[in-house]
């Protein structure tokens, strides 16, 4: 009853929507998604990625996805501006799980003082931002796990953050006025973007 309710005093359907492609057979297929839809769990929005070098690519959940997109609509960004795709992606997971995907979107970010747009694959599920090895490589991204550091490139080494359970964490948004104002600096796409990838 509590949702419900919460649903009905939200903003009117049709201004906080977005068309994004669904998991759904027919990878065609697009609805549109609410962004103040109660998904059943703690819901804030959430910009945090955690860095996975074995990850060999940027991965998120719609659900996680939703509440990154909720943010930037709150902070002023217009979320239609965003780029997504259909494509044909499948990945394994170090614990023999095997999940596929048939969308990915490019993400505008603002951290260490750079506007970036990020590739992000989209799952099931409700995994958090995962930022994998490659994106760690072009970053050129060095993480001291012994004294929690991180270092980006020759600069000098700083304390890394870190997530609740002690996982390396970056905010994707680290300021919001650079997001909404400053032009993107680099573009981060995989190598074989344009393989799995239909524009």
Known sequence: PQSVKRKAE???EGDHQVNMVADDDNPDFVRQVNMYEDDGEESEPDDTGIWDCGAASVLVSRMQLKRYL???LMAGFDVHDIKAWTCTKGFRFGNGNKDKTNVCVLLPTWFEGCRRDVLVYVITGKVQFLLGRPLMERLKVSIDYADKKIKWGDGPWKPAQLGPKGEYVLRLSEQV???LNEPVKET?????FYDHVQL
């Not at 981060?188 to 074989?192: E, K, N, R, S």
């Open 188 to 192: 981060l796409v995989p190598a074989d």
């Open 10 to 12: 939200g903003p009117a």
């Open 70 to 72: 909720r943010q930037l």
């Open 177 to 179: 006025i650079p997001l």
